[in-house]
């Protein structure tokens, strides 16, 4: 197969890797259908973070399930599925709380590298969420979504306790802020400020309110 790989920060190649087999029983292969760059694959790439060996870059996926190992129980071949950036096994007491990111199980799915066109997914019934039928092509990107950006920000805002009647300030507007501020929304957040360090664009305006601007008015 094809995959990405990062050699050194600036030096990313689009390689042939080996395919990916069942390793664990629990484990899933899976037909990337979309896959993209995290801002966390920037800091590798922007030498923040040192590339000590070529590394499989991406973590952020969807895709059709091809294959799943023998104790692999809900995840079904044929299904459109959106997995998460950590493989959890959503049974543990962490998983049960709701942390699903520090499971006692947990895989980072950025060792394994979903910006190919197969990926082996580890703890594939507590990692993959199937959708009840194949997405039409247009709604992948928003799926893709689901697979970092929006759980990260989802959890910012439960974190901080938005709901009916708070005021929440989301500190930057990148993918997972505005996410956030979605989430805060949706959990019924009274007001939401986010901050930014540029102009909103004006489509987001009217939902969107920029502190800055409101500090001399109230
Ligand atoms: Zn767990």
Known sequence: ???????????????DRDDPTIIAPTDAIIRVSATC?????????????HV???????????????????EVKKITPGQFVVGSFFASDNTCEICQAGYHSSCINRKLVGSIGTQAQLARIPL????????PELPPADLIPSLLAASDVLGTGWFGAVAAEAGPGKMVAVVG????????????????AQRIIAMSRHEPPPEARPRVRCHRHRRRTG
């Open 1 to 15: 197969m094809r995959g990405v790989v990062m050699h050194a920060p600036g030096d990313v190649r689009v390689e």
């Open 37 to 49: 760059i995290c801002g966390s694959d920037l800091w590798p790439y922007h030498g923040i973070e």
């Open 52 to 70: 000590h060996e070529p590394a499989a870059m991406g973590h952020e996926y969807v895709g059709i399930v091809e294959e799943v190992g023998s």
């Open 124 to 131: 594939a019934d507590g990692t993959l969420v199937a959708t």
């Open 173 to 188: 507007d990148g993918a997972v802020g505005l996410l956030a501020v979605l989430a805060a929304k949706q959990l019924g």
